[in-house]
């Protein structure tokens, strides 16, 4: 897993690096591979800056200018804000290990300040039309078969019902299905497990679906499956949503992962506590959660703009 362009003692550290966090911190793998790419990258350019791959103790004594020498490589080759964000957040990461370790502190790193992402609020469905997109009397006329009309109905529930994302929907075992509601629980980022409601008309629209289900499904195979009995593909939910978006006339914004913004957005609006929230999302830091409330106050603005007399 070591990353081009290092020394050997730099690679070493790469290994020890990514084996604590995929021990200690539970990350997934393709968080480590996402990590251990984006510091291949800058240890790539240090190579190509420096003219050889640089040692921990060339390491140790980067200039803020060597890191924004890097930057603005990175922004010739096309790379945006929130690329170039992710790719100092790995390599700042290794550079933490390395101090804590005493393997030499990278100042370089923490000097240089990240770059501004624009904020962008996630967009909510209306609660009437999240109500409705498990509706299976939408998808009349369709010549796909009940079952997979069912299947689907189910899946996009979850999603709303309890704010699960597409890959922990889809990751679900047959044994793991809720029979006549109250809780789940769900495997989600960093392999983190976590408990989440199950309304008893979600749980019906799951009967209803390994009902009508003709494939056959082992209590340890996945619980949602393609037409051909494999496990069910992201790509067919998210296909599933683009012709819902258009029975109910609703903005490209509105997609399977919408679905888990309205939860988080309608639950605090009725009242939710933030911190249960964040719970239910599964979020590591609450200041991820908080961004719903900002949602929220802005939807509470476009009401009293509308409806208030002298707006």
């Not at 597409?166 to 047959?174: D, F, N, Y």
Request: hydrophobic letters at 40%.
């Amino acid at each position: 897993m070591s990353a081009p362009a290092t020394s050997p003692d730099v690679a070493a550290e790469i290994d020890r690096w990514l084996s604590y966090l995929g021990a200690e911190r539970r990350m997934s793998a393709k968080t480590l591979e996402a990590y251990g790419r984006d510091v291949g990258q800058f240890l790539g350019f240090l190579a190509e800056h420096m003219g050889a791959p640089p040692s921990l103790r060339q390491l140790a004594k980067l200039t803020p200018a060597d890191v924004r020498a890097f930057m603005a490589a990175r922004r010739r080759g096309g790379a945006g804000s929130r690329t170039l964000m992710r790719g100092l957040a790995g390599a700042r990461s290794f550079a933490k290990f390395l101090e804590r370790d005493g393997k030499g502190k990278v100042g370089a790193l923490a000097a240089i300040r990240s770059p501004k992402l624009a904020r962008s609020l996630p967009k909510p469905l209306a609660i009437k039309d999240a109500k409705r997109i498990s509706d299976t009397d939408l998808r009349e006329g369709e010549t796909r078969e009940p079952w997979i009309i069912a299947r689907d109905a189910a899946v996009l529930s979850l999603l709303y019902g309890s704010g699960l994302r597409i890959a922990e929907a889809l990751s679900l075992k047959r044994k793991e299905a809720p029979e006549t509601g109250d809780t789940l629980t769900v495997t989600g980022k960093g392999n983190k497990t976590r408990m989440v409601p199950v309304l008893p008309q979600v749980a019906k629209l799951i009967a209803d679906y390994t009902a009508l289900c003709p494939l056959d499904l082992p209590p340890e195979g996945p619980l949602f499956v393609g037409a051909r009995g494999g496990p069910l593909s992201p790509r067919i939910v998210q296909l599933t949503m683009e012709r819902l978006r258009g029975a109910l006339g609703l903005p490209d914004s509105a997609t399977p992962h919408a679905l888990r913004h309205s939860f988080a957005t309608h639950l605090l609006a009725r009242g939710g506590d933030l911190r249960a929230i964040q719970e239910l999302l599964g979020h590591a830091s609450l200041s991820t959660t908080q961004i719903y409330t900002a949602v929220d106050s802005e939807r509470l603005l476009e009401v009293y703009a509308s409806a208030h007399p002298r707006a």
